[in-house]
């Protein structure tokens, strides 16, 4: 494939993470039993959300929309990178790397916007319940998900074209499990200094100033839990809330890590890597329906098959 007259490569190898041989059927099988129980805890979410009527509030149709961006990333990174271990390698054709990364981008930024909603969300249950009814409406909460995942969009559109305007004429070895901007611009025929710094300015602003709204936000929750009189409330009130800040956390580190530290290649790389698109998205439905009752209660409805109706 060429792209005008300066790219000359027609696919990537994706050499994958670096492990002994021998290892390769074994983590083929960790990781695939992890890829599965992440599409399965991610369904389960998404089916109990949609067929149990208590849950048809804001806060879980917003888990909604995380458990779906969760499943839509694994699909995008771990079937290519299962593959790998069996093969040593994986190839993926100059298009289909595009695709991996305008894909992965898509749907981080929008799991990003995504936390910063249902930090409002919270906020706005716990610091103004009086008007949380009518602030919070259906046709509102459809509203702010779709400026999600448009804002997802034009984030990634911005940075795939940015990055594949460059020549790419050799050699074509990504030292990497998927096509990501690191990755792939280590192999760009060009000076990549601008490409650098326009990702580390722009995914820097977009991830602090989430950030620093989820803060704010849960500032002010906790200002506001602490004045509740009651035991009980606090403590749900709390429960709720930890949930949405652990995954938050565990999302935000990760990413810091790799993307703000322009022209890095270390191999710790990979390995943090490995945890925010393969682990992450399965721990967020365990930290759900762990930390959540009506979470775990409405399960127990679904498998018993008791007060549910059609959504």
Same mark, same amino acid.
């Given at each position: 494939?060429?792209?005008? =007259?300066?790219?000359?490569?027609?696919?990537?190898?994706?050499?994958?993470?670096?492990? !002994?041989?021998?290892?390769?059927?074994?983590? +083929?099988?960790?990781?695939?039993?992890?890829?599965?129980?992440?599409?399965?805890?991610?369904?389960?979410?998404?089916?109990?959300?949609?067929?149990?009527?208590?849950?048809?509030?804001?806060?879980?149709?917003?888990?909604?929309?995380?458990? +779906?961006?969760?499943?839509?990333?694994?699909?995008?990174?771990? !079937?290519?990178?299962?593959?790998?271990?069996?093969?040593?390698?994986?190839?993926?054709?100059?298009?289909?790397? @595009?695709?991996?990364?305008?894909?992965?981008?898509?749907?981080?930024?929008?799991?990003?916007?995504?936390?910063?909603?249902?930090?409002? %969300?919270?906020?706005?249950?716990?610091?103004?319940?009086?008007?949380?009814?009518?602030?919070?409406?259906?046709?509102?909460?459809?509203?702010?998900?779709?400026? /999600?995942?448009?804002?997802?969009?034009?984030?990634?559109?911005?940075?795939?074209?940015?990055?594949?305007?460059?020549?790419?004429?050799?050699? =074509?070895? @990504?030292?990497?499990? +998927?096509?990501?901007?690191?990755?792939?611009?280590?192999?760009?025929?060009?000076?990549?200094?601008?490409?650098?710094?326009?990702?580390?300015?722009?995914?820097?602003?977009?991830?602090?100033?989430? +950030?620093?709204?989820?803060?704010?936000?849960?500032?002010?929750?906790?200002?506001?839990?602490?004045?509740?009189?009651?035991?009980?409330?606090?403590?749900?009130?709390?429960?709720?809330?930890?949930?949405?800040?652990?995954?938050?956390?565990?999302?935000?580190?990760?990413?810091?890590?790799?993307?703000?530290?322009?022209?890095?290649?270390?191999?710790? %790389?990979?390995?943090?890597?490995?945890?925010? /698109?393969?682990?992450?998205?399965?721990?967020?439905?365990?930290?759900?329906?762990?930390?959540?009752?009506?979470?775990?209660?409405?399960?127990?409805?679904?498998?018993?098959?008791?007060?549910?109706?059609?959504?």
């Amino acid at each position: 494939m060429q792209s005008g =007259n300066h790219t000359s490569v027609s696919y990537f190898i994706l050499v994958g993470l670096h492990y !002994p041989p021998p290892l390769g059927v074994p983590l +083929f099988l960790a990781f695939f039993a992890i890829y599965a129980l992440t599409v399965c805890g991610n369904g389960l979410i998404i089916l109990t959300v949609l067929v149990d009527t208590k849950l048809h509030r804001p806060m879980y149709w917003f888990l909604c929309h995380l458990s +779906f961006l969760d499943m839509t990333i694994s699909y995008a990174i771990v !079937p290519k990178m299962l593959s790998g271990f069996l093969l040593e390698s994986s190839v993926i054709s100059f298009g289909g790397c @595009v695709i991996q990364l305008f894909s992965f981008h898509f749907l981080g930024c929008t799991e990003c916007f995504l936390y910063t909603l249902m930090a409002y %969300d919270r906020f706005l249950a716990i610091c103004k319940p009086l008007h949380y009814a009518t602030i919070m409406t259906h046709s509102i909460c459809n509203y702010l998900a779709l400026g /999600t995942w448009l804002g997802g969009t034009l984030h990634s559109l911005f940075q795939t074209s940015f990055i594949f305007r460059l020549p790419f004429c050799g050699p =074509n070895r @990504v030292d990497y499990f +998927f096509c990501d901007i690191p990755a792939i611009l280590c192999l760009a025929c060009a000076d990549t200094t601008i490409n650098e710094l326009v990702t580390f300015v722009d995914i820097g602003f977009l991830a602090l100033t989430c +950030f620093v709204l989820i803060l704010t936000s849960y500032g002010c929750i906790v200002a506001a839990i602490l004045r509740i009189q009651s035991v009980d409330g606090r403590r749900n009130a709390f429960s709720t809330c930890a949930a949405h800040l652990t995954v938050v956390i565990v999302y935000y580190v990760p990413c810091t890590f790799i993307y703000l530290r322009p022209g890095s290649q270390e191999p710790l %790389d990979a390995v943090v890597a490995v945890f925010y /698109t393969v682990i992450t998205p399965l721990l967020n439905p365990v930290i759900y329906t762990l930390r959540n009752k009506e979470m775990k209660a409405a399960i127990w409805r679904l498998g018993a098959g008791k007060d549910l109706q059609p959504h």
